[in-house]
């Protein structure tokens, strides 16, 4: 079963940029995994942020992006807030999308 | 907007089987190009996808938990369901509906159901 690879742990200075990305452990991630990004904050559910590698809902901040990068998809965040300290986790659909695995999610810190 | 409301016992006794409902409102089951999907999250740890039914009615779930799943949709009430048998403690987690498509994702707040006799 396809294993999916984020960075247990980042630190981003308030205003500054961070990148999180998700990787495959079948190959190179591309748009037809259709990556999904969510932010989860402690006691909430998971809200979407980005889906089918780029897409933004109403809700999404400007500051985040979503794109591949490097054979991975990437979320990008530009100028951090307080608020944006959560958990973000990535979801990428293999075998055609019937088969759909989350990665271990990445714990963002702004400080 | 499109909302979700999971639904079912909280507390559920060891080899028995879990039942959950997620109520749609917003919009319907029965239309679009969706996925009605579950994913469930133990204390703690991270977010786990349990399996879908498609706006085709067809029905793809996790390998690991695949002998024990069955994702359901009841058009009439605007409702899809999960049942998962067997059940032991490690099922214990915060379960999640949600509809995914080419027009984003929608989650449910999640429902707590804890396994112990």
């Known amino acids: 079963q396809a294993v999916v690879t984020q960075e247990p742990s980042l630190t981003v200075s308030p205003g500054g940029t961070v990148t999180l990305t998700c990787g495959s452990s079948t190959g190179a991630v591309t748009s037809g995994h259709y990556p999904y990004w969510f932010q989860q904050k402690p006691g909430q559910a998971p809200r979407t942020l980005i889906y089918?590698?780029?897409n933004k809902h109403s809700w999404t901040p400007d500051r985040f992006s979503g794109y591949l990068l490097g054979g991975k998809a990437a979320l990008t965040l530009s100028g951090a807030q307080p608020e944006d300290e959560a958990e973000y986790y990535c979801l990428l659909c293999h075998n055609g999308a019937r088969l759909w695995v989350f990665g271990g999610g990445t714990k963002l810190t702004v400080l | 907007q499109v909302q979700l409301q999971e639904s079912g016992p909280g507390l559920v006794k060891p080899s028995e089987t879990l039942s959950l409902t997620c109520t749609v409102s917003g919009g319907s089951v029965s239309s679009g190009s969706h996925y009605w999907s579950w994913t469930r999250q133990p204390p703690g740890e991270g977010l786990e996808w349990i399996g879908y039914i498609s706006y085709s009615g067809s029905t793809s779930y996790n390998p690991s938990l695949q002998s024990r799943v069955t994702i359901s949709v009841d058009t009439s009430k605007n409702h899809f369901s999960l049942i998962l048998t067997s059940v032991t403690t490690a099922d214990t987690a915060v379960y999640y509906c949600a509809r995914t498509s080419a027009a984003g994702g929608y989650w449910g707040r999640g429902t707590l159901v804890t396994v112990s006799s």
């Open positions: 089918d590698t780029s």
